[in-house]
C-alpha cells in the first residue's frame, strides 16, 4: 500500500502553515475588535489572546509530533474519549461552518457597502452573490480553485505589507496607546467586559493550527521540524497581527474611522491605491470563501460515508465533485444570510459562535494531550491550556448550549450507528448460519 511520501521541508511547511492563518480574519477582526472595545481594550485584547494562543499552540505541536496522520482533529478525540469522538468533531466542525461561510461572505458585502456606499439590502444581495460565485467556483472542481487561491494569497500578502508600509507613522502612537492600556493610565477607562469580548472574537484570528495536523505526515526530519513549524509560524502571523493592531489603535486615537467588518478600509485613504486596494480586499474575502465552501463539502462528504452525516451527502458526481454536499451548503449559507438580514444579526455574532465551538474542539485537544503526555509538563501546559479556554468560555454564557447540542448530537449518531452495524452484523450471521445448513459441508471462520 502506497503512502505519501515526506516532501514537505521546513520552508513549505511555514508557507503553508502561514496560509491557513492569515486570511479573511485579519481584514474584519480589527474593525470588529474596535466595535467591542475602546482602542486600548482592542489592544489588550491582541495582546492577551496571542499569549492564551501558546499552551495551546505546544499542544498542538505535541500531538502533531506524536499523532502525523490525515486522521488529524478527529484522530485527536477519538484518543481522547474514544470512537465517538470523531463523531463529535464532525458536527464541532460542521456546526462552525454553517455559520463561518455566511459570516465570511458578509464580511465581503461590507467592504463592498463602503467602496459603493450600497444599502443594507444591497450588501445582503451582493453577500449571496459571493455565495453564489463560491458554489459555482467549486462545482468547477479543485483546479479552479487552486488558482484563485494561489492568487488571493498573493493579493492578500501584498496588501498586508502595503497597509503596514504606508501607516507605520500610526505605529507610535499606537505604542503609546498600549503602554498605557498595559500600566492601567488614570486617564482611561477599561471595562474587562470589553476585553472579554475583544479577545473571545479574534481568537478567529487564531484558528487553524489545528488544521495543520492533517499535514504533518508529510513533514521531512518531524522531530525537529514539527515544533520549529509551529512556533516559527506562529511567531511570524503574531508579529503581523500585533504590528496591525497597534497601527488600528493609533489611527483611532487619531480619529480616523476604523469601525465594523470592513473597518480596515478606512486605512486605505492613507495608502497609494485608495478604492482598488478596496477591491483586491473583497477578491482575498472571495477565494477564502471558495476555501471554506471547499473544506466544508469535504467534511460533509467524509461524514456522509461515515454516517455521521445522513448518507447523502456522501455522493460524489460523475467528476468526483460532492454535489449534494455543496447544494446543501449554498442552500443553507443563504437562508442564514437573509436571516441575519431579517433579525439584524451582526457578523461579530455568527464569529463568537463560531468561535466558541473551536473553545470546546481544543477541550478535546487537550484531554488527547493529557493523556497521551508525560512528565511534569503534561500538567503544566494542560493547566494553562485549561485556565485559556476557561475565560474564553466564561463569557458566552448560554449561548453554549449550541456546542453542547453539537456534540450531544454527535454522539447519538454514533450510538445509533453502532447499534445498526450490530443489527446488520447479526442479520448476516443468521443468514450465514441458515445457508450453512443446505450445504454439505461446514462454514469454517
Known sequence: MRKLEKTITLRRGLGLAICMLVGTGILALPGLALDAGSPYEAVLGWFLIALIAVPL??????????????????????EA???????????????????????VALIGSEYMK???????????????????????SNLAGMRAISIINYAALAVLFLLTGLLIIFNLDFFGSGLEVASEA?????????????????????????LGWENLSFS???????????????????ALVTSIYIVLA??????????VPL????????????????????WLMVIVIAANACSWNFTASRLLYAGGRTGAFPGAFGKLSKRNIPVSSLVGLYVLSILLI????????????????????????????????????????????????????????????????????????????????????????????????????????????
Open 57 to 78: 499552540i505546544q499542544i498542538c505541536a505535541r500531538l502533531g509530533l506524536k499523532f502525523p496522520s490525515t486522521a488529524g482533529l478527529a484522530g485527536y478525540a477519538e
Open 338 to 445: 437573509l436571516g441575519t438580514y431579517i433579525f439584524k444579526i451582526p457578523v461579530s455574532t455568527m464569529m463568537l459562535l463560531v468561535n466558541q465551538n473551536f473553545v470546546f474542539l481544543y477541550a478535546f485537544i487537550i484531554l488527547a494531550y493529557w493523556k497521551t503526555e508525560t512528565g511534569r509538563q503534561k500538567w503544566v501546559f494542560s493547566v494553562l491550556a485549561l485556565l485559556s479556554l476557561g475565560f474564553l468560555i466564561s463569557g458566552f454564557t448560554w449561548k453554549i448550549v449550541y456546542p453542547v447540542f453539537l456534540i450531544g448530537f454527535g454522539y447519538y449518531r454514533f450510538i445509533g450507528k453502532r447499534s445498526l452495524d450490530k443489527t446488520n452484523k447479526q442479520g448476516k450471521e443468521i443468514i450465514v448460519r441458515e445457508d450453512a445448513q443446505e450445504l454439505p459441508y461446514p462454514i469454517r471462520h
Open 246 to 255: 497597534l497601527i488600528i489603535a493609533g489611527a483611532s486615537v487619531a480619529g
Open 81 to 103: 474519549v474514544g470512537p465517538w469522538g470523531g463523531y463529535a468533531v464532525s458536527y464541532l466542525v460542521g456546526g462552525s461552518f454553517f455559520f463561518g461561510l455566511p459570516a
Open 259 to 278: 469601525q465594523g467588518a470592513a473597518g480596515l478600509s478606512g486605512l486605505v485613504l492613507f495608502t497609494p491605491g485608495g478604492s482598488l486596494l478596496i
Open 114 to 136: 463602503q467602496l459603493f456606499s450600497l444599502s443594507e439590502s444591497g450588501a445582503v444581495i451582493f453577500a449571496v452573490l459571493l455565495i453564489t460565485l463560491m458554489f459555482i
Open 182 to 206: 498595559l500600566r492601567g493610565s488614570e486617564n482611561i477607562n477599561l471595562d474587562l467586559g470589553n476585553i472579554w469580548k475583544v479577545a473571545a472574537l479574534l481568537f478567529w484570528a487564531f
Open 216 to 234: 504533518l505526515g508529510e513533514i521531512k526530519e518531524p522531530e525537529k521540524n514539527v515544533p520549529l513549524l509551529y512556533w516559527l509560524s506562529f
